[in-house]
């Protein structure tokens, strides 16, 4: 017969296991809790980026395997936009979506998901596809397309084209006696140094250092080196 320690020692030995498993499981779903509440700050707080938000009414998300899902409301005059406008909004839109994916303590697995953003609300259908086609390796590429109501609308060969003519027309502009392409140049070094090269980056903190250091080493206002930035964005990304 069983003594009374025995029964006890029994017992615990089969509790163990079920407090282990209950507790891994606890801190499982609170793991993916805490992802899911990180992904909705990130697309939300991207939206509420002011070029954004002229755009965007609301966005939702779900993350699977291979896809980042987003549902977006437009606002209507996203339809005022050409294609190309169209398609530089989402392409941006999700850009910087993966900026903030990549720096994130929860969520930097998703940097390598494929991206599927789509909106109904204004009548057509709007689909953006941002496919991450070389995973795996330190330096990502992507590639857009833009969908309207299941047809191709614009492609990214369409968008770098546009940039590259939009490159070959720029003219050099004065700020307080300094050539707008030199303090863009000066605002790209100090970017490498204070994320390493693009590796280390915190993009609130990051942003507000350069800019602040720019407008004090060159006199400028924040607006004139918005202006700035705008200009020859595409020319350094």
């Known amino acids: 017969m069983i003594n009374s320690k025995k029964k006890v020692f029994i017992f615990i030995f089969i509790l163990i296991p079920i407090i282990l498993s209950a507790f891994i499981g606890f801190k499982l779903r609170e793991t993916v809790v805490k992802k899911e509440m990180e992904m909705k700050s990130i697309v939300k707080t991207v939206m509420n980026f002011y070029h954004i938000s002229k755009m965007m009414n609301d966005v939702s998300h779900q993350s699977y395997n291979d896809e980042l899902l987003l549902e977006v ?123 390493y090269g693009g590796e280390m980056r915190t993009l609130e903190s990051d942003n507000k250092q350069i800019t602040d250091e720019v407008i004090e080493r060159f006199g400028i206002t924040q607006d004139d080196f918005r202006k700035i930035y705008k200009k020859y964005h595409y020319q350094f990304q």
């Open 73 to 195: 409301q437009l606002k209507d005059s996203f339809t005022e936009l050409s294609t190309l406008e169209q398609f530089a909004y989402l392409d941006v839109y999700c850009e910087l979506i993966r900026k903030y994916i990549n720096t994130s303590k929860l969520n930097s697995e998703l940097t390598e998901k494929d991206i599927i953003l789509t909106s109904s609300n204004l009548g057509d259908v709007y689909k953006y596809q941002s496919t991450c086609w070389n995973n795996g390796v330190k330096m990502k590429n992507y590639y857009g397309i833009l969908y309207v109501n299941d047809e191709k609308a614009y492609s990214q060969e369409q968008y770098k084209a546009h940039i590259s003519n939009h490159n070959d027309c720029l003219e050099e502009e004065f700020y307080n006696g300094y050539s707008d392409l030199e303090i863009m140049k000066y605002a790209l070094t100090v970017f490498n140094l204070i994320t």
